[in-house]
């Protein structure tokens, strides 16, 4: 049972434009969401969060947007740099289950010149 | 500086093998956890110990077994390893369990494990 979905598994953009990335979820009971980025052969990195009780959460280039109604959130990259080419991951985790964090499969992300 | 230190970094070994992998963090977090990538890329969690106490022990095969000896490791013992075992095995620490002041402790990972059984 999939409960974070990151449907594109891939993502191409050119350097300077907006990157997108989707995640849908299906348990109502998460309230905190995270993206995290990976480069090969490293672990992932923390990059921003967002608490439901929030729609927005910016942190210089990176805006994570959180559609609780929808059960959806994507994370925006302005402008896209070639040092963001990566897998993004998104994450949750909620109410008595908030120790665990539920990944997607991911989205690699390439920006190209 | 390493933060999170997991070795190896690659493990290739047979069936039947019994198999460790360390995990050290230098960052003073409370808090450990293994989780495993398998092939489908699916991070999940394993285990998680906070200050030596296991809280988190999913439904994972008791051929695996964590030992924490202190607050700063956390190791993953396999007994009779499968095919299945296969995996990335990543260590991660934060400052609290998630569920205490979980907004301001995210995980820091390792650079994970990738575990070959043949």
């Known amino acids: 049972d999939q409960q974070v979905k990151q449907n594109s598994p891939s993502l191409s953009v050119q350097e300077g434009r907006i990157s997108i990335l989707n995640c849908d979820y299906t348990?109502?009971?998460?309230?905190?969401f995270l993206w995290y980025k990976k480069y090969p052969a490293e672990g992932p990195t923390f990059l921003i969060s967002i608490s439901s009780i929030k729609d927005k959460n910016e942190d210089g280039r990176f805006t994570v947007f959180l559609n609780k109604s929808a059960k959806h959130l994507s994370l925006h990259i302005v402008p896209s740099q070639p040092g963001d080419s990566a897998v993004y991951f998104c994450a949750a985790s909620g109410i008595g289950t908030a120790s665990k964090l539920t990944f997607g499969t991911g989205t690699r992300l390439q920006v190209t010149l | 500086d390493t933060a999170v230190s997991q070795t190896p970094k690659y493990l290739v070994t047979q069936m039947g093998n019994d198999k460790s992998i360390k995990c050290e963090q230098n960052l003073g977090h409370d808090t450990m956890y293994w989780y495993k990538q398998d092939s489908k890329k699916f991070l999940k969690i394993m285990f998680s110990?906070?200050?030596?106490?296991?809280?988190i022990n999913e439904t994972v095969p008791n051929r695996f077994s964590p030992k924490s000896p202190d607050k700063a490791h956390l190791n993953l013992h396999i007994n009779s390893l499968e095919l299945g075992d296969s995996a990335v095995y990543f260590c991660a620490s934060s400052q609290d369990p998630l569920d205490r002041g979980r907004y301001n402790s995210p995980l820091h990972f390792g650079n994970g494990t990738r575990l070959t059984v043949t």
């Open positions: 110990y906070n200050n030596k106490e296991l809280i």
């Open positions: 348990n109502s009971m998460f309230d905190y």
